[in-house]
Each structure stands twice: as C-alpha cells, then as structure tokens.
DNA sequence: TTGAAAGCGCTAACAA
DNA sequence: TTGTTAGCGCTTTCAA
C-alpha cells in the first residue's frame, strides 16, 4: 500500500478529507477533530508520507535550514560543536548549512546575510571568535534573523546567548598554579581584542592577586593563538631572568608551542617549568608530556544554543530549563607540577 | 531602484518581457537574444534580485544543496575536506549539509537515504572509510543520486571517484626507512577489513620485498586506528625480542600511541626507536619529536569531488581536466632516524 | 471543526 | 527567439 512520492493530496484522498485537514494534522494544529487526526495519521504512516520541505519553505517562507557561522581554526572544537548541533537539529526536522568564513573581510556582514538569505536560513548559531562582533549581532537582527551565540562573555540575552565561564575555569587554574608553589609565573594571553581573551587574561591574575602574587608587564605577552606565535612568546618568556617557573597559554596550540621551546633550550617539563594550556583539545592529551588545560563542554554548549534557536524559530516547542552559563572545567596532565625547591 | 524582495516577475515588468525569458536569462539558456539578455541582466542587476533558491528547487526539483556523508573520527580531516566542498560550493551557487553518521548502525544505509531525501540534496560527498561501503554506493545509484566517493582504491568509474594513491606513499615511506638502515620493522595497520588499510600495508610491505626485507607476523598488529589501540600495539610489539628498531603506524593517531609508550619505557626516539605515522594532522607537527607521516592534499580532493560531482548534477558546466588520482606526499620530521649502530 | 481556492516564486511543456 | 499557461507541494486567508 504504499505510493512513489506521496503527497498531500494522497493522504487527503486517501483519507477522505481535504488537504486542509492533512495540513492542519502534520502541523499540529488543534483544531482537528480527536477522529480525523486519527484517521489521517493511519493514513501518513500507511504510504510513509513526509511533508516536502521545499514546498513547505516555499509557502511557509522557512527552510528548516540552520546555519552555523564560524572563522575559527580549531577544527577539533568545530567538528564537536556540530555535532552537538546535529543532535538536536535532526530530532527537530532541521538540516545544518555550515558556513567558515573570514571576519577580518571588508564585506564580511554583507558576506553573512548573502549566506543567509541565499538559503532563507530559519537562524544561525554563532561561533567565538566571530560570536563577539557587534555588527554581525545588529545586522542580523535588523534582518530579522534568529540567532544564538556562543561565547565568554555575557554580550546578548538570555534567549540568544550560552555563555562559557572561562572566569571561573582560570581561577581553579590559578588556584592549581599557587597550590604548586608558583610565584614567578609567565603568561601568553590571545589577541586582546577578543572578549575572551580579556576575560580569561583577568580571571587568572584576579585569582592571583587574592594569594598576593602579581605578574609583572615583562612576563606578560600577547600571542596570537597559534602554535608560532606561542613559540615566539614563549622564546621572549623564558630569555626572561629570573626564568618563569610556570607559564600559561590562552589556549593549547600556543602551549603546545611553549612545550617545544622548552623541550628546544633543554628545559624540563614539569620539573623545571610548568605548562598548561586551554581548549583540551586533541593535542592536549596526546602531546607528552600531557597538557594541564580546561575543557569546556563544547557538545553540550552546541546543543543548548541550537534548543534555544529553534524555540526562537517556533515558540515553546521545546521545554526548557534555559540555562545560560555553562561550567568549563580544569583537566590536571603532566605538563604542570610543584616548583623546584631551591 | 531597489525593490523589497524581488522577484522574478519584477524583473519581467520592469525588462518589458515575460517570466519565461527571465527565467532563460538566470538558467543561461542559449535561445535569448543578445539584446533581450542584456537588457534583462541590466534590471537584474539594478534590483539586486537573485532567484528563490526553494521556489526554483520545488519547481524543477533540485534543492542546489550538496550532503557530505562521512563516519570519521578525525575531525582536522573533516574541517579540510569541509573547506575544500566549500570552496566550490559557493562557486556554484550550492550549500553543503553535513552529516556525521554511524556506519555501524544496522539502518545506516535507510538512514542516509532519509538524509538525502528529506533535503532531496542533488548530490552527496562520501570520505572515507564509508566511502568503502559497497552497499551505500548502490543504493544511492539505484536512488539515482549523484554522488562522489574519496578513497584509496580505485571502486568506482571516473566521474565517482577521486583517489589518493597511498600505495605510492607507503613505497616512499619503506624507502625511507630501508634508507635509514632499518630491518628490523614493526607495522601497526589500521582495521583490516577496510581496503584502505589493506592498500598501505600492502604498499609497504611490497617495497620493503624489493629490497628483501620481510616483516614477520609477530611484528604486525592490527590496530583501530585509535590513539588507545596504537599504544597497546606498540606495547606488543616493544616487548618483542630483539625490539624493532622502527614502527609503522596506519595514523598519526597510533603513531601518538607508539610515542607514548616509547617514552613510558624510557626509550628515545628517533635514536632507539624511529616512528611514522599517516595523515600528517595537527598531532604531527607539534608532538615532540615532531612526526615523520605522509600527507594527502585533502583539501584539493575535496573541491575536485565537489566539481565532479556538480559536473555530473549538471553536465559540462565545469571544464575539467578531470583527474582521478590525486598523489600524498612524504613529510619527514624528527621521529625517524638512522638505525643505532650496534 | 472542516473545506475551497488562491497563491509562494520559479520552471517547463507547448505554442506562436 | 519569445510568450502562455500550468503546475511543483504545501500553507493560509476566508467562508461554511
């Protein structure tokens, strides 16, 4: 009993009902009758029909397409985020359009909502770094396009917003780092004009200065992000007299890039110098010696952003227990041990 | 001279012609005449209009958006071939879906099937290892769905495939290890039942033949591919008598492994033990030592898979030199060395 | 609670 | 070379 390519005339025919009614029935409408949607229902299962998308979109004006908008060079942390995305977007109907793209671009917004509108996305999530351009929000909200960024900082409403707590994750650092005896401590932080990079940058030397250490301008560099500049850093950090006995990078690839200088100038890890990093990503657990970094729970951060966008798109259909703020946490490896005695 | 949302029949009023011969214009029809095309382009331009991607899509039943179909753990391997699709995509107007799935499952076949027809995606990329699979492959022709495998062996016609010759690599690779002096030879493959594994253990040991060196079953493990596996192969094959002087890992991923339990039992790499690994991904080239593995250009795989397969969606519209074997290359760091003089 | 009919923006037979 | 006219499969006024 089955059809080709049902359609919602079938299922109407099939059911001795108008196409109204089979409409009103996949779209849960509930103005049907308690029998009608029974018998429709029997029906769409028996020929295995499902509402085509396309025609659906084109009368509806929607896509049942998301996006995900992204200029970040962590592949590790962008394969999680879609999954997490993923997960949440085929239990709902919805597909992912994934779009990296380059922020630093004269056009970059124009770029954006040509993204957006070519396939009518029904919203976007946003990915840090680009998750913090002002622009990017306004426009899209001037476009009238959901969205929902993922960041460190609280920069949107509760609605549009899951927001890491990279503070809280640098104090436990840095409580690890005073409970490990350091006090001459160098630091590599990102590029200063990301929130995030201020964020964990203040986080780390607030905590610090509850146990009265301080780290002096000299022993502060601003890296990059990536695997050279932490190597340039670290060069500068540890030519420094008296050497740091422990360093942190904002993110992985740059204490990846401390953990080669060190190993180049013969310095041991983590006898003579602890490293730790941020992102725990792969790198972190394969590299020897292990990386101490914190993890955020990146699949988890995807999926509620994706909850929250799609109850943007379609009201309270999904119950939530919206919460904002999610809890990255500390990850102890080798790279990170008590100082030297002296 | 904007209009809110234009549409097609904008363009007619405004150019003095029919919907149809817009429509000619934006399909490139050949049967426009120069003057009618141009005054056509003119207002299209002077409007902004580009066609609804859904009406188009609902009316000539073509989505203009492509699927990429893969069950790989790698995900810097992933991000590439994302970028790679990508680079083309946007060339032609069409969209990339993802689409992470789980090979294993028993309905893995219907369940991407439900995939491509839910979207009705116009064509579909698959990576490796599910590009192996055998029964996808005919369900999708028998489907009749467009569609692009990447590979290491040659399973399919020209116009469906793109290979990377690993064959190739893997002589590269014995020679550069009979080069540095090594009989002594450990090989960790990757899961057997995957021709892709079977290709390079294949390649490896042929060469190695060519210079009468053989491997024998007790220094061959196979291996998951997985950073977990190639450490307790390497523990296997590290406590073998006389000990291996080099081992061959089927990934960087295991190739970690062997790092890892070399440096447990305190022995040097590259002067006790040389390493090698395949894929060159992030782990690579920051691990210390740095990794000797074999590189395939991934990216370019995948943007000549997305023109195959968009030349297949609609003929002749990309001029292609169309290769079918792409070729990875040796990358020698610092974990392979001349065997110790005894 | 249900249905008839008019589109959504585009493509594609068929004519002219 | 160009236009007329139906739809594609669904949603949505409006009326019953």
Redesign the pocket.
């Known amino acids: 009993m089955e059809i080709k ?1 049902p ?3 079938d299922v109407a025919r099939l059911a001795g ?5 089979v ?1 009103r029935v ?2 849960r409408s509930p ?3 308690e ?2 949607r029974k018998i429709v229902d029997k029906v769409i299962a028996e020929i295995n029909f499902s ?2 998308k396309q ?2 979109g ?3 004006s929607r896509s049942y397409l998301l996006g995900l908008i992204y200029d970040n060079p962590d592949a590790l942390y962008i394969d999680q985020v879609q999954r997490g995305v993923l997960d949440v977007c085929t239990e709902h109907g919805y597909e992912l359009v994934v779009h990296p793209c380059h922020s630093r671009q004269t056009d970059f917004i124009q770029e954006c909502g040509r993204f957006i509108s070519r396939s009518k996305l029904d919203g976007v999530i946003i990915l840090p770094p680009v998750s913090e351009n002002k622009e990017l929000a306004a426009a899209l909200r001037a476009a009238n396009c959901p969205y929902v960024r993922i960041a460190s900082v609280d920069l949107d409403d509760n609605a549009n917003i899951v927001i890491s707590d990279e503070r809280q994750a640098m104090k436990a650092m840095a409580d690890l780092f005073v409970e490990l005896g350091h006090q001459s401590i160098g630091y590599i932080s990102g590029p200063l004009k990301y929130r995030s990079s201020i964020e964990r940058k203040e986080g780390f030397l607030a905590e610090l200065g509850e146990f009265n250490i301080s780290i002096p301008e000299s022993r502060m560099t601003e890296g990059k992000n990536s695997y050279e500049s932490g190597k340039e850093c670290a060069s500068e950090l540890l030519s420094r007299t008296p050497r740091p006995t422990a360093i942190l990078a904002n993110n992985d690839e740059m204490a990846a890039g401390v953990l080669r200088v060190a190993s180049d100038l013969g310095i041991k890890v983590p006898e003579e110098l602890s490293v730790a990093g941020f992102d725990d990503n792969i790198l972190a657990s394969r590299i020897i010696p292990s990386l101490t970094t914190i993890r955020r729970p990146v699949e988890a951060m995807a999926s509620l952003a994706t909850q929250k966008l799609i109850n943007t798109i379609q009201p309270q259909s999904i119950p939530l227990k919206f919460a904002k703020l999610v809890k990255p946490h500390l990850v102890i490896r080798e790279s990170t041990g008590k100082v030297a005695k002296t």
Do not use: F, M, W, Y
């Open positions: 390519n359609t919602i005339n009902v108008s196409k109204r009614t409409s996949i779209n103005l049907v009758g029998n009608t509402p085509d025609a659906r084109l009368a509806s």
